[in-house]
């Protein structure tokens, strides 16, 4: 299918991802897990949790292998790739295309659509706990689709927090009370401030802000935002910004504060997050600053 692994389109921390082709001709993504990672908890996890999903912005799941040691996942093919090659100026589109204002809030509307089809729409709430822009994958139209569910965990609807299991997701999207139980449980909350780092990464990325530095490891993102609302939207002298992209950029940090507020219960659900994102920005209130 893969051509003897030819073409390959990343990699990760539980295997690489390459490109193959189906007998029908149709493009797909195999993505090979390693050998003997966690017992392969984390492929059950993913067929387990994606299996139970159909919706425009979850990547779709078109078959599986498990032979002895062999795992291996088939997904519809991306064209676009991931989301952070276009934000973090890396990878082979960085150098063709930097993403507009409005495509940026039309991919954060259906990132946004995807988590609350996950923590609402499904029969078994998933909890994703990955959310970062390496795991958003975009389509030839630059649609979203959410991918990797291999750190997911499956809980009952009315259930509004999960036992922790330890630490899961990447560092810097962490929510800190999947590290620190003194913060609050563990729950969908916990990727809607997965969602909000993510934002601010978007706006900061589009932006090409700097905001590492010399003291990079005293940073604290959404704080260093809250504390330069004040200043232009627009850090860029070769790029005027319409009333309309102003707007969009301002909504977008907006919500990222109220996302990533460190106590989960001053966080909004992801339903509340779409109404943020489509109401009008003068009916948004500013978020406490962050601690």
């Known amino acids: 299918m893969t051509n003897k692994f030819k073409d390959k389109l990343g990699e990760g921390g539980y295997g690489s991802v390459y490109k193959g082709k189906l007998p029908d001709g149709r493009l797909v993504a195999v993505k090979i897990l390693s050998e003997f990672k966690d017992n392969g908890e984390e492929f059950m996890n993913e067929v387990a949790s994606i299996s139970r999903t159909s919706h425009v912005n979850i990547v779709t799941l078109l078959g599986f292998c498990f032979e002895r040691s062999k795992r291996a996942?088939?997904?519809?093919?991306?064209?676009?790739?991931?989301?952070?090659?276009?934000?973090?100026?890396?990878?082979?589109?960085?150098?063709?295309?930097?993403?507009?204002?409005?495509?940026?809030?039309?991919?954060?509307m259906g990132i946004a659509r995807g988590l609350e089809y996950l923590h609402q729409g499904c029969s078994t709430r998933i909890l994703h706990f990955d959310i970062k822009p390496h795991n958003i994958l975009l389509d030839e139209n630059f649609c979203p689709k959410i991918s990797d569910f291999g750190l997911s965990k499956l809980c009952e609807r009315q259930e509004s927090t999960i036992a922790n299991t330890g630490a899961r997701g990447t560092v810097g999207f962490i929510a800190p009370e999947v590290f620190y139980r003194n913060f609050g449980g563990v729950s969908h909350k916990s990727d809607v401030y997965s969602y909000g780092m993510m934002l601010l990464e978007m706006i900061g990325g589009?932006?090409?802000?700097?905001?590492?530095?010399?003291?990079?490891?005293?940073?604290?993102?959404?704080?260093?935002?809250?504390?330069?609302?004040?200043?232009?939207?627009?850090?860029?002298?070769?790029?005027v910004l319409s009333i309309e992209e102003e707007e969009i950029t301002r909504k977008l940090i907006i919500v990222s504060l109220w996302c990533t507020q460190t106590n989960p219960v001053d966080r909004p659900s992801m339903t509340k997050v779409l109404e943020m994102l489509q109401g009008n920005l003068q009916s948004l209130a500013l978020p406490s600053q962050p601690t």
């Not at 590492?212 to 070769?238: K, R, V």
């Open 206 to 239: 589009r932006k090409n802000k700097n905001i590492e530095g010399s003291q990079a490891s005293e940073t604290y993102i959404p704080f260093w935002i809250y504390s330069h609302l004040d200043q232009p939207m627009n850090c860029n002298p070769n790029e």
């Open 73 to 108: 996942l088939v997904y519809e093919f991306m064209h676009n790739g991931s989301l952070d090659g276009f934000i973090y100026n890396k990878g082979s589109h960085s150098q063709s295309c930097q993403l507009e204002w409005k495509t940026l809030y039309d991919i954060a």
